[in-house]
């Protein structure tokens, strides 16, 4: 298991901002109590307003945010295989979430192998952070090293009104380590450190 730096998650964080966030589009599904998805939308993130974007950006930040090295960890991913989970989320970051079926595809093999009894919200997050170039003094410079292409998963329980809350799941794909894009490895999140065990296995299934 590979050890995140937390400064790489704050620098991304400080950018999740209703001001300047570099999260460009915003898809999901809710899940009812018996694992059946009950609607879904998508939707460029700019287009949301008001508490609905707070909230949401909220959700998103939860993840990268969470305790470092503790909730959130990395670890390495089986790979690319043709018909394997990591290559449809490959695709989805590839397409910037503008792929219906594929998104489908995605909440049905969670929605069957995420039971939790009671409903939830699955929702995804397409972002693309300019990552700046850093003086021998640590501080920003205006050129930019590369475009940090991300996807951020979130699992989260909801309320009787279908608004999600904090969390309990998730990942950040790919990792973004020393700074840069990290294809071979995935940050997963579980609220309060426990075992991602489920969740790994979920993402190593065939599709």
């Known amino acids: 298991?590979?050890?995140?730096?937390?400064?790489?998650?704050?620098?991304?964080?400080r950018r999740m901002?209703?001001?300047?966030?570099?999260?460009?589009?915003i898809a999901g599904a809710y899940i009812d109590e018996e694992g059946y998805?009950?609607?879904?939308?998508?939707?460029?993130?700019?287009?949301?307003?008001?508490?609905?974007?707070?909230?949401c950006?909220?959700?998103?930040?939860?993840i990268p945010f969470s305790k470092t090295n503790e909730e959130l960890k990395s670890y390495q991913i089986p790979g690319f295989a043709p018909g394997s989970v990591?290559?449809?989320?490959?695709?989805?970051?590839?397409?910037?979430?503008?792929?219906?079926?594929l998104l489908?595809?995605?909440?049905?093999?969670?929605?069957?192998?995420?039971?939790?009894?009671?409903?939830?919200?699955?929702?995804?997050y397409y972002g693309a952070y300019d990552v700046p170039l850093k003086g021998s003094d640590k501080s920003y410079q205006n050129e930019s090293e590369e475009t940090y292409q991300y996807l951020i998963l979130a699992i989260s329980p909801v309320d009787e009104a279908q608004t999600p809350h904090t969390p309990?799941?998730?990942?950040?794909?790919?990792?973004?380590?020393?700074?840069?894009?990290d294809l071979a490895h995935v940050n997963f999140y579980l609220k309060d450190g426990r075992d991602a065990g489920d969740l790994r296995r979920l993402l190593k299934n065939e599709l």
């Open 168 to 181: 309990e799941a998730g990942f950040l794909y790919p990792a973004f380590t020393n700074r840069s894009t």
């Open 86 to 101: 990591w290559q449809l989320i490959y695709a989805l970051r590839d397409c910037e979430l503008k792929n219906d079926a």
């Open 37 to 55: 998805i009950d609607g879904t939308f998508n939707t460029n993130f700019l287009n949301l307003r008001g508490e609905e974007k707070k909230r």
């Open 17 to 25: 901002t209703s001001a300047r966030s570099n999260l460009v589009r």
């Open 1 to 13: 298991m590979e050890i995140i730096n937390r400064e790489d998650m704050l620098e991304l964080t």
């Open 57 to 62: 950006l909220d959700i998103a930040k939860a």
């Open 104 to 124: 489908l595809n995605l909440y049905e093999l969670i929605a069957e192998n995420y039971p939790t009894g009671s409903p939830y919200a699955i929702y995804v």
